[in-house]
């Protein structure tokens, strides 16, 4: 069965890919036109995570590189082009997204709705019927700060936090009226916020959390205050958030989509079984960017000018005050203990965001895909 891949340039999509080289002869990856030598991004991460160079040379062979404009009806593709593609196709990975959580709806809806709806287009082309794999995420949860978040539910009663989540929720939603409407399955995995224990490197994407350490950066820059400054931040000394290690997120979603679907949408919170305490990371931004974090119930009426700069990201002060929990009982019942990952812990966070050598110390953290176990 041959796959798709799109987003395959991102931070999960490069570990989404090289599970899928592991079990694929050969994938396509449709990416994003006009943002630079895709194949070479790519090589680049395997490179710098230690796949040797027998299994580098092979990729050319192996990878099928699509451009496509994933906003545009047919992404973008002659009417013809699009139809072999489709023709070609047993399964769709749907992991291409905007994550700026800062952006405005209409550009996030552009990218992460519309996007998706062409995608679905593809699938409801393609004469084997492929099957969907969408990435969402655990946060179509929106605003709802307390309690459990279920796999089954999808409302938007709670509201959202930013135009991100909404945008993502709205994908869901299409994509549950499209699977009614062509009576095709969807496998929607939803996973929390990803990290990684790789140190930054400016050929690799970046994750959450280095936008978060660059935004509180840039704005300890601007407002410069000088000395270790205190900033308090709306949040809850008891509150906490789920990390989940993108290596094994995307273990798990693969893992998942070899499963033979419902025929409906089946839904998966893929994230850890521990949340991580809000003091943690208040801790590791303390760390990073040198500042004394006071966790405060309400937000100050005399901000300083630091304060104002990072309450206006909606990315950080927000999340430090929730405490819900994603309910994963659908995927530990399906694989057990083999679902469980290590620790997400202060020391894990801080050697994901400081620059050190190029390749870990240890062993590449998954298969190097040197052969494919089927075609
Ligand atoms: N990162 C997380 O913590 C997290 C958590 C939960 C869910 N997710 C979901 O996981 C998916 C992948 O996220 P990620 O972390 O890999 O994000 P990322 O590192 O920002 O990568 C985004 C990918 O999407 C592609 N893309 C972006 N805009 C595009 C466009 N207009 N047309 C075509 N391709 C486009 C990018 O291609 P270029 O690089 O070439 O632009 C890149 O390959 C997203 O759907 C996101 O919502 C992520």
Do not use: K, M, Q, T
């Given at each position: 069965m041959h796959v798709a891949l799109t987003g395959a340039t991102g931070f999960l999509g490069l570990r989404l890919l090289r599970r899928l080289l592991d079990t694929h002869r050969s994938v396509t990856v449709l990416v994003h036109a006009g943002s630079g030598d895709a194949l070479h991004r790519i090589t680049r991460f395997f490179a710098l995570t230690g796949v040797p160079e027998s299994s580098l040379a092979e990729l050319p062979g192996r990878l099928r590189v699509v451009e496509t404009e994933l906003e545009r009806p047919g992404l973008g593709l002659s009417g013809r082009a699009f139809q072999e593609l489709a023709d070609g196709l047993g399964a769709i990975w749907h992991s291409a997204g905007?994550?700026?959580?800062?952006?405005?709806l209409p550009e996030l809806r552009r990218t992460n709705v519309e996007g998706t709806r062409n995608v679905l287009e593809l699938a409801a082309a393609g004469r084997a019927s492929p099957v969907v794999h969408h990435v969402s995420t655990?946060?179509?949860?929106?605003?709802?700060?307390?309690g459990v978040a279920y796999e089954d539910e999808l409302d938007d009663a709670y509201g959202f936090e930013n135009a991100y989540e909404r945008s993502k929720y709205e994908a869901e939603a299409l994509i549950h009226a499209w699977s009614g409407e062509h009576r095709r399955p969807v496998v929607v995995l939803r996973p929390s916020i990803l990290v990684t224990d790789l140190p930054p490197h400016p050929e690799l994407p970046s994750h959450p959390f280095q936008v978060v350490e660059r935004i509180l950066r840039d704005a300890r820059r601007t407002a410069d205050p000088g000395g270790r400054p205190r900033v308090r931040l709306v949040?809850?000394?008891?509150g906490r958030l789920n990390l989940m290690q993108v290596d094994h997120a995307a273990e798990m979603m693969v893992r998942l989509a070899g499963r033979t679907p419902s025929g409906g949408v089946d839904t998966y919170h893929v994230v850890h079984d521990r949340d991580v305490p809000v003091p943690t990371i208040a801790a590791l931004l303390e760390r990073l960017v040198e500042v004394s974090i006071d966790l405060v119930a309400t937000e100050p009426d005399d901000p300083s000018a630091l304060e104002a700069l990072v309450d206006f990201y909606p990315g950080l002060t927000t999340y430090l005050t929730h405490r819900r929990r994603f309910d994963d009982t659908r995927v530990r019942a399906l694989f057990g203990s083999s679902a469980a990952s290590d620790r997400v812990d202060l020391d894990y966070l801080w050697s994901g965001l400081v620059p050190r050598g190029l390749v870990p110390a240890g062993p590449p953290p998954t298969a190097a895909f040197p052969s494919a176990r089927h075609a």
């Open positions: 905007s994550i700026n959580l800062a952006g405005d655990a946060f179509v949860a929106g605003s709802r700060r307390e949040g809850r000394p008891d």
